[in-house]
């Protein structure tokens, strides 16, 4: 399958990248679990932590085919992805240039390590073009978005950010976590590398840790000279699992994605919700812009209670959604950032961001939203 392009979407998820059985012509792809290959008279020397077994090897296919890219790598973590992307760009004294909103675990990782390094930084103010120029300076060599970021679902403008740093030959990244790349695709706005947390969308049940980044060959040869170093490969078990899981994103996030939608149009007429963060609501600041890059506008939100609704004692009464930590899952999910994905930061860093105490961030899954609007009110009702 050399001309991945012809194929729809749903065929890329389903055929692009599998192992084929070439002994017992099995349906889905066997799994080759060895950690110790041939090394004399064959075309590959194959090595787990060189990430080429035959697993990987093939998965990483079908990431790319996914993201329009030349290339792709897979690590045990989404956050090995991001540190080893980023490292592989940055040096002592260079400087990266990183929005004001982001994951929680890349904040903490830049301001706690890239010290030790003599890697420079700086946060942008706000995500306007302007703040990004104002921040570059001689020594930057990359820019680091994220959008729609977690846990506000703020939007970057990729166009104008690839566009500013290809004016001055800085390198871009993008975590393309929250959208996936059934509903945003980077590269086609001029992004040179997309970084998942695949335990998320990609992953999709809530029993997968992995990263993948997707890129040029000539990017990927960069991001792989400093993997191997790291060793933050994953089990050929988790590899399998992964394009297992991936046949399916399409379905899921599409499905995800509409019943977000439906969710975030109930809950920002409810008279016990103070404010909803999703772009695919037409109040929603960013709405234009997301709509311009976004296919859909994905499963993820967040949203304020009006003051004086504990919002943990609401999150404890529900019964169907599940108070739990991570996305994406099949299942809805809801939890407070304060505690967990940017439990991290202080909460002054918290205050930057714009993250309040009482935020709730809403993983949209793939049940009847009737049924979860139900568990909502049945919560809620409890707080009365």
Same mark, same amino acid.
């Given at each position: 399958m050399k001309d991945v392009n012809k194929f729809g979407i749903n065929t890329i998820c389903t055929h692009i990248g599998e192992v084929k059985d070439e002994q017992f012509k099995g349906a889905i792809s066997p799994i080759y679990m060895a950690t110790s290959? /041939?090394? @004399?008279? %064959?075309? %590959?020397?194959?090595?787990?932590?060189?990430? =080429?077994?035959? =697993?990987?090897?093939?998965?990483? *296919?079908?990431?790319?085919?996914?993201? *329009?890219?030349?290339? /792709?790598?897979?690590?045990? $973590?989404?956050?090995?992805?991001?540190?080893? $992307?980023?490292?592989? #760009?940055?040096? *002592?004294? @260079?400087?990266?240039?990183?929005?004001? &909103?982001?994951?929680?675990? &890349?904040?903490?990782? %830049?301001?706690?390590? #890239?010290?030790?390094?003599?890697?420079?930084?700086?946060? &942008?103010? $706000?995500?306007s073009i302007k703040d990004f120029e104002e921040e570059i300076q001689k020594n930057t060599k990359v820019i680091y978005i994220e959008t729609p970021s977690n846990p506000l679902l703020t939007i970057t403008d990729m166009k104008a950010v690839s566009k500013l740093a290809a004016s001055k030959g800085i390198v871009t990244m993008i975590d393309n976590t929250f959208a996936s790349p059934i509903n945003q695709t980077p590269i086609d706005f001029g992004i040179d590398i997309m970084i998942h947390s695949a335990t998320k969308y990609m992953g999709g049940h809530s029993d997968i840790l992995a990263g993948a980044v997707a890129g040029s060959n000539e990017h990927i040869e960069k991001i792989f000279n400093m993997g191997k170093n790291?060793?933050? =490969?994953?089990? @050929?078990?988790?590899v399998w699992m992964l394009e297992r899981s991936l046949k399916t994103l399409n379905l899921r996030v599409k499905r995800q994605s509409k019943n977000a939608l439906k969710m975030a149009k109930y809950l920002a007429v409810h008279p016990q919700v103070y404010q909803v963060y999703y772009p695919g609501l037409k109040g929603h600041a960013d709405y234009k812009l997301a709509k311009k890059q976004m296919k859909n506008f994905g499963g993820m939100m967040s949203f304020e209670l009006k003051e004086g609704i504990d919002?943990?004692?609401?999150?404890?009464?529900?019964?169907?959604?599940?108070?739990?930590?991570?996305?994406?899952? %099949?299942?809805?999910?809801?939890?407070?950032?304060?505690?967990?994905?940017?439990?991290?930061?202080?909460?002054?860093?918290?205050?930057?961001?714009?993250?309040?105490d009482g935020l709730i961030r809403f993983s949209v899954g793939i049940e009847e939203t009737k049924d979860l609007i139900k568990d909502i009110e049945q919560a809620l009702a409890k707080l009365k």
């Open positions: 290959y /041939a090394f @004399d008279g %064959v075309d %590959v020397k194959r090595y787990p932590r060189y990430f =080429n077994t035959p =697993n990987q090897e093939m998965l990483c *296919k079908k990431i790319a085919a996914l993201e *329009k890219t030349e290339n /792709a790598m897979i690590f045990g $973590s989404g956050m090995a992805a991001v540190s080893t $992307s980023l490292l592989a #760009f940055l040096q *002592k004294g @260079d400087h990266v240039v990183l929005q004001q &909103t982001l994951y929680g675990g &890349t904040y903490n990782f %830049v301001v706690e390590e #890239f010290e030790k390094f003599g890697i420079e930084y700086s946060f &942008t103010k $706000s995500l790291l060793g933050g =490969n994953l089990s @050929d078990l988790m919002a943990l004692k609401f999150q404890n009464n529900l019964k169907l959604i599940k108070p739990s930590m991570s996305l994406a899952g %099949v299942e809805s999910t809801m939890l407070s950032p304060t505690q967990t994905s940017h439990a991290l930061l202080s909460p002054e860093e918290r205050a930057k961001q714009g993250i309040k």
